[in-house]
């Protein structure tokens, strides 16, 4: 006959069960400390560094990650793929891009260059906190600073539109010079000490973030008060975007631009700024035409067009510096059997 355990036994079970949940706890909580601590250290570290070198250790890690990350450099690849064979195709962007869609080396090279932009990215996360307005107007040429000017006013409501792009903290950083605060949504971060960290330093240059938990409610409050909010918008993140044509091929762009923009008739704009050289910068801001239909849905469906061409245009000045080149873009690349064929 099977008897059960006393109560002084099962009480004693629990009792490890819950020393070991507050052992592991502990050591979570020792390891997310020790993991901030050092990501913020380098952080810092990145941010005090003089100019010089820190972009030639940024071209470094570019190289030694491409050499490395075979996965993310086989998607690279097919994404990159993708982009210069439509320009080929389409007569559109430089020569030396519709090239690379014949001539491996030409595309390889195209691969090797954007994990090096990602560095570069890297490190701009990093300096933001430097990026005062003296310091962006020394280094960025904006290609059409008479529509800048008319365009970007302070005191009203406006959606700016951004991309996983070059340097994604200029344009932003030279919006705020024009119009004040931002708000602008993110990514949680999973160690909430960085995530602190990043916030408070975004926030000492003008750039209010809110969680994308509260992204819908925020920002739209934000537009009633007229201000101005940011978003980067060329990666659908929830499966629940929009889907229009990029270089030829269906994707999803998120929503949620689209929906502000149509709900609240706020003036449109989309900016990118690309890399030139170490620490030097081009790039513009472009409007969004208002969007026809006669419904909700025709004008939404309007708007992801009116964006998916923009992407293309400012994509095409720099396809290495799109960052996007790294995640899944084009649901059909990511099919297995595309992976077969891809040993370049």
Excluded: C
């Amino acid at each position: 006959m099977t008897g059960r355990a006393s109560p002084e036994a099962s009480g004693a079970a629990a009792s490890r069960r819950g020393s070991a949940a507050r052992r592991r706890g502990l050591r979570r909580r020792l390891t997310d400390n020790l993991t901030a601590l050092l990501a913020i250290g380098a952080l810092k570290l990145v941010l005090h560094m003089p100019d010089r070198p820190i972009w030639a250790l940024a071209d470094l890690a570019g190289s030694i990650s491409y050499r490395t990350s075979r996965t993310r450099r086989d998607r690279a690849r097919r994404n990159l793929r993708r982009v210069v064979e439509w320009m080929a195709a389409t007569g559109q962007g430089a020569e030396s891009y519709r090239a690379a869609a014949t001539d491996p080396k030409a595309l390889e090279a195209l691969v090797r260059s954007a994990f090096k932009n990602h560095a570069a990215y890297s490190v701009e996360l990093a300096r933001a906190p430097r990026f005062t307005e003296s310091w962006v107007n020394e280094r960025l040429d904006v290609e059409n600073p008479e529509e800048v000017e008319a365009w970007l006013t302070p005191g009203r409501a406006l959606i700016l539109i951004g991309m996983h792009f070059g340097a994604i903290e200029v344009p932003g950083i030279f919006a705020i010079h024009h119009l004040g605060k931002i708000v602008s949504p993110m990514e949680t971060v999973a160690n909430a000490r960085i995530q602190r960290y990043i916030f408070s330093t975004r926030d000492t240059i003008g750039i209010r973030i809110v969680t994308l938990e509260e992204a819908g409610v925020e920002l739209l409050a934000a537009l009633r008060r007229n201000e101005a909010v940011g978003l980067v918008a060329d990666r659908d993140l929830t499966g629940r975007g929009i889907e229009v044509e990029l270089f030829g091929a269906p994707m999803k762009i998120p929503a949620g631009p689209i929906l502000l923009g149509v709900e609240t008739g706020a003036p449109m704009y989309m900016s990118a700024v690309r890399r030139v050289g170490p620490g030097r910068y081009r790039g513009g801001v472009r409007q969004l035409a208002t969007p026809v239909g006669s419904t909700r849905r025709e004008r939404s469906r309007d708007l992801a067009r009116q964006e998916a061409r923009l992407f293309e245009q400012f994509i095409m000045e720099a396809p290495e510096q799109w960052l996007a080149l790294f995640h899944p873009i084009w649901p059909d690349l990511e099919q297995p059997a595309m992976h077969d064929g891809d040993k370049s």
